[in-house]
C-alpha cells in the first residue's frame, strides 16, 4: 500500500509545481499527515525534492531551459489566455500562477506582451478572489484532476437543480470544456467511464458538491475510441474491447452472454472434443459477472492479464466469506 501512495506522489507534486503543503497531500493521497514525511523521504531516493515555505516542491533539473517563444508565438499565447479566461465561468488561480511564470521567461523580448499577461493573470486573481463559487469549483476540480492523473476512481455528488443528490464513482478519461450551441460559455466537465459498467458519461463540473478520491485504480485503455455524442443525449459512447478465448465444456454456457456486448463468437472443436470460443468482449464488471454465472462450464485461456484480474476479483470475494 505504501509503494502505492509514493508512486501517486510524484505526479501529485508535478501537476502542482508550485508545491503542496503536507495536510494538502495527505489530503489528497487520503492518508494521515504524519505519514507524508516518510513517503517524501522515500521518493527524494528517485527524484530531488525540497521543501519551501513549507511547501513541498520537485527540483527543476539543472540544464533544464526556459520557454522560448517567438515574439509571434507570445502574442498568439495572450490572445489564447484572454479567450480561455472569458470563455469559463469560473477563474482558476493555477492558470494564473502559469501565466506569470510564462510571462517572466518573455519580459526579455516581448515586454509588451509580457505585462499583458501579467495584468490577464491578476484580473484572473481577483475574480477567484471576489467569487466564493470559484474556491469550491477549483478544489472539485483539483481532486477530479489528481483522480485523473494517479488514475483512481473518484466518488462525485451532484444536487442537480435542488434535487436529491446523485452520488457516481467515476473512471476520469478526460478534462475539458464541453461545446453548446448556447452561444454562452462552454461549461468544463470531466468525462470518463461509469464504475462497473461500459457507458461513458460527460458530466458538467458546475454540478457537482462533493469529490472524493476512491483508492482503487484505473486504466484509460489504448484501443479508446474517439468521444461521439448520440443522437438525442449529452452523452458519449466509447467501449473498450478484449480479445478473449474461452474452453467450454457446454456451448450452453454462451447464453449468459447475451446481455454483454460482444463481436461474433468463433469456435473451434479440438480433438479430445474441447470447444474453444474466440469472440471480442467488452472488459466490464458484466463480463465478470456472467463467466462466475457460468461456474466450472467454461475456463478462461486468454488473455492472460485478463485471467489474472478475474481470479483476483475471485480471491477479494472468497476473503469475504472465510
Given at each position: 500500500?505504501?509503494?502505492e501512495?509514493?508512486?501517486?506522489?510524484?505526479?501529485?507534486?508535478?501537476?502542482?509545481?508550485?508545491g503542496?503543503?503536507?495536510?494538502?497531500?495527505?489530503?489528497?493521497?487520503?492518508?494521515?499527515?504524519?505519514?507524508?514525511?516518510?513517503y517524501?523521504?522515500?521518493?527524494?531516493?528517485?527524484?530531488d525534492i525540497?521543501?519551501?515555505?513549507?511547501?513541498?516542491?520537485?527540483?527543476?533539473k539543472?540544464?533544464?531551459e526556459?520557454?522560448?517563444?517567438?515574439?509571434?508565438e507570445?502574442?498568439?499565447?495572450?490572445?489564447?489566455?484572454?479567450?480561455?479566461?472569458?470563455?469559463s465561468?469560473?477563474?482558476?488561480?493555477?492558470?494564473?500562477?502559469?501565466?506569470?511564470k510564462?510571462?517572466?521567461n518573455?519580459?526579455?523580448?516581448?515586454?509588451?506582451?509580457?505585462?499583458?499577461?501579467?495584468?490577464?493573470?491578476?484580473?484572473?486573481?481577483?475574480?477567484?478572489?471576489?467569487?466564493?463559487?470559484s474556491?469550491?469549483?477549483?478544489?472539485?476540480?483539483e481532486?477530479?484532476?489528481?483522480?485523473?492523473?494517479?488514475?483512481?476512481?473518484?466518488?462525485?455528488?451532484?444536487?442537480?437543480?435542488?434535487?436529491?443528490?446523485?452520488?457516481?464513482?467515476?473512471?476520469p478519461?478526460?478534462?475539458?470544456?464541453?461545446?453548446?450551441?448556447?452561444?454562452?460559455?462552454?461549461?468544463?466537465?470531466?468525462?470518463?467511464?461509469?464504475?462497473?459498467?461500459?457507458?461513458?458519461?460527460t458530466?458538467?463540473?458546475?454540478?457537482?458538491?462533493?469529490?472524493?478520491?476512491?483508492?482503487?485504480?484505473?486504466?484509460?485503455?489504448?484501443?479508446?475510441?474517439?468521444?461521439k455524442?448520440?443522437?438525442?443525449?449529452?452523452q458519449?459512447?466509447?467501449?473498450?474491447?478484449?480479445?478473449?478465448?474461452?474452453?467450454?465444456?457446454?456451448?450452453?454456457?454462451?447464453?449468459v452472454?447475451?446481455?454483454?456486448?460482444?463481436?461474433?463468437?468463433?469456435?473451434?472443436?479440438?480433438?479430445?472434443?474441447?470447444?474453444?470460443?474466440?469472440?471480442?468482449?467488452?472488459?466490464?464488471?458484466?463480463?465478470f459477472?456472467?463467466?462466475?454465472?457460468?461456474?466450472?462450464?467454461?475456463?478462461?485461456?486468454?488473455?492472460?492479464?485478463?485471467?489474472?484480474?478475474?481470479?483476483?476479483?475471485?480471491n477479494?470475494?472468497?476473503?469475504?466469506?472465510?
Amino acid at each position: 500500500m505504501k509503494g502505492e501512495r509514493v508512486a501517486q506522489l510524484e505526479p501529485l507534486l508535478h501537476s502542482h509545481p508550485e508545491g503542496l503543503r503536507r495536510a494538502e497531500i495527505a489530503r489528497r493521497l487520503g492518508v494521515h499527515r504524519s505519514t507524508i514525511s516518510r513517503y517524501v523521504d522515500e521518493l527524494k531516493q528517485y527524484i530531488d525534492i525540497y521543501e519551501e515555505n513549507n511547501l513541498i516542491k520537485i527540483k527543476d533539473k539543472e540544464g533544464d531551459e526556459n520557454i522560448a517563444l517567438s515574439v509571434y508565438e507570445s502574442l498568439a499565447f495572450n490572445l489564447s489566455a484572454e479567450i480561455l479566461a472569458t470563455n469559463s465561468e469560473f477563474q482558476n488561480p493555477h492558470l494564473a500562477s502559469g501565466l506569470r511564470k510564462i510571462a517572466m521567461n518573455m519580459r526579455s523580448y516581448a515586454p509588451k506582451i509580457s505585462d499583458n499577461v501579467i495584468n490577464l493573470a491578476e484580473q484572473i486573481d481577483k475574480q477567484v478572489q471576489q467569487k466564493k463559487e470559484s474556491s469550491k469549483f477549483n478544489s472539485i476540480l483539483e481532486v477530479l484532476i489528481d483522480s485523473w492523473v494517479s488514475g483512481r476512481i473518484v466518488r462525485i455528488i451532484q444536487m442537480p437543480n435542488g434535487f436529491e443528490p446523485v452520488e457516481t464513482e467515476l473512471a476520469p478519461y478526460f478534462i475539458g470544456f464541453r461545446e453548446e450551441d448556447s452561444g454562452g460559455r462552454n461549461p468544463i466537465s470531466v468525462t470518463g467511464r461509469l464504475r462497473h459498467t461500459t457507458e461513458i458519461i460527460t458530466i458538467d463540473i458546475s454540478t457537482i458538491t462533493s469529490a472524493t478520491i476512491l483508492d482503487e485504480t484505473y486504466t484509460i485503455p489504448d484501443n479508446l475510441k474517439p468521444f461521439k455524442l448520440r443522437e438525442n443525449t449529452e452523452q458519449y459512447a466509447s467501449i473498450d474491447m478484449i480479445p478473449l478465448r474461452l474452453k467450454l465444456k457446454e456451448r450452453s454456457a454462451m447464453n449468459v452472454f447475451h446481455t454483454v456486448v460482444h463481436g461474433t463468437p468463433e469456435f473451434d472443436k479440438l480433438e479430445d472434443g474441447t470447444l474453444i470460443c474466440s469472440m471480442d468482449v467488452e472488459n466490464s464488471i458484466e463480463l465478470f459477472l456472467r463467466i462466475i454465472q457460468c461456474g466450472d462450464s467454461v475456463e478462461i485461456l486468454s488473455p492472460e492479464s485478463f485471467k489474472k484480474k478475474f481470479c483476483k476479483m475471485l480471491n477479494k470475494i472468497l476473503v469475504i466469506y472465510q
